[in-house]
Nanobody, 114 residues
Framework: VQLQAFGGGLVQAGGSLRVSCAAS????????MAWHRRAPGKQREMVAV???????DYADSVKGRFAISRDNAKNTVYLQMNSLKPEDTAVYYC?????????WGQGTQVTVSS
């Protein structure tokens, strides 16, 4: 099983960006999917999580600005990021609980300029 993230980049403060992450391989079931991030000099933190049933949860710092969604037919999770701030600059990692195991994507850089 592999997770491949797409869509990072450079955006100005106040702008929007969407990142996606597709799981591939021998997949029987995917439970929770999530996005984490690691900002320079900081520990990795959970940004958003979505269960197989569609329940979502967010870090307080992104509530009202970010939205996580998933397409189960495509084994893909998305993170729509709006009203981006310079402090959102980080490497974003996707996570998925696949076939009872834990898998991480390779990370995609999101840079927000002021």
């Amino acid at each position: 099983v592999q997770l491949q993230a797409f869509g990072g980049g450079l955006v100005q403060a106040g702008g929007s960006l969407r990142v996606s992450c597709a799981a591939s391989g021998r997949i029987f079931s995917i439970n929770a999917m999530a996005w984490h991030r690691r900002a320079p000099g900081k520990q990795r933190e959970m940004v958003a999580v979505i269960t197989s049933g569609g329940r979502t949860d967010y870090a307080d710092s992104v509530k009202g600005r970010f939205a996580i969604s998933r397409d189960n037919a495509k084994n893909t999770v998305y993170l729509q990021m709006n009203s981006l701030k310079p402090e959102d600059t980080a490497v974003y990692y996707c996570y998925a609980a696949v076939n009872g195991g834990n898998y991480w994507g390779q990370g995609t850089q999101v840079t927000v300029s002021s």
